[in-house]
């Protein structure tokens, strides 16, 4: 009966069993509803799922199966598949390294919708992001900046004011390209008050909700060059579309402010 699903990847077992519970299959199985998901697949996905409900269960207790089924392929992979360390700096016998900049650079290059770029600290980032400017100019990549705007020791300026300065230097010296990004901050980070600020001390690359780097690095020169910096490399979907659903929610909620450039 389930062998039908057997060639759907873990997030599309996970879109059918959404689509199951509260889509467009909890009203009934259509092949177009099947084919949106399954792709390719649809034919054989179809017929498993009419076997499935032809024994009487509801649409809303197959997403239950299909979930389980999602949830025994994701214990079966292999750690080393999903999860990888990058470490950059001085090479040490015996220990693989990898370089933080071109991991980095690997999934800005593979990303083929979006890509939300996590971080602290700015500096000297132009070679950095030209990857990114180039694939918004030649594919339309969505690239999402969440970023530290803060204030500085003694500043009593405008939070206006401060968020303007940032990005006029952010246009100036890191992204001088015509496509832009969006960007974000936490505005608690301006608050006058030193023990009301926080900040968005995050440091993490995200690409198509499928992939990311969590990772020590700023976006500097030096971190992603010359550091010794530690990060992971985690390709386990259903974790990834987690943190980016978390950073998604900051957004629409206007828990996070944008920043126009």
Not at 161 to 167: C, K, L, P, S, T
Not at 226 to 249: C, F, M, Q
Request: net charge neutral; hydrophobic share 45%; glycine share 4%.
């Amino acid at each position: 009966m389930f062998k039908g699903l057997q060639n759907l990847s873990i997030s599309g077992l996970r879109a059918l069993a959404a689509s199951l519970r509260s889509g467009p299959l909890s009203l009934g199985l259509s092949h177009h509803a099947v084919s949106q998901i399954a792709g390719a697949s649809a034919s054989q996905v179809f017929d498993a799922l009419s076997q499935l409900l032809t024994t009487g269960i509801a649409p809303q207790h197959a997403a239950i199966v299909v979930d389980a089924i999602a949830d025994a392929r994701e214990s079966a992979i292999d750690p080393a598949q999903i999860i990888d360390l990058v470490l950059s700096g001085p090479e040490v016998p015996g220990i693989t390294t990898a370089d933080t900049l071109t991991t980095v650079r690997t999934l800005i290059a593979e990303a083929r919708r979006e890509v939300f770029m996590i971080g602290y600290a700015v500096h000297n980032a132009k070679s950095i992001f030209e990857l990114l400017a180039s694939r918004i100019a030649k594919d339309g990549l969505r690239v999402v900046f969440c970023i530290e705007i803060g204030r500085r020791m003694g500043d009593a300026s405008l939070d206006s004011e401060i968020v303007h300065r940032f990005a006029h230097e952010f246009r100036e010296k890191h992204w001088p390209w015509p496509n832009l990004p969006d960007v974000y901050y936490d505005p608690r980070s301006l608050s006058p008050e030193p023990l009301q600020r926080s900040s968005l001390h995050a440091k993490c690359v995200i690409a198509d909700r499928a992939k990311t780097i969590i990772t020590s690095a700023n976006f500097t020169e030096a971190a992603w060059l010359r550091n010794i910096e530690i990060g992971v490399l985690v390709k386990h979907e259903s974790l990834v579309s987690r943190l980016a659903d978390y950073i998604d929610v900051l957004i629409t909620t206007q828990f996070l402010s944008r920043c126009h450039l």
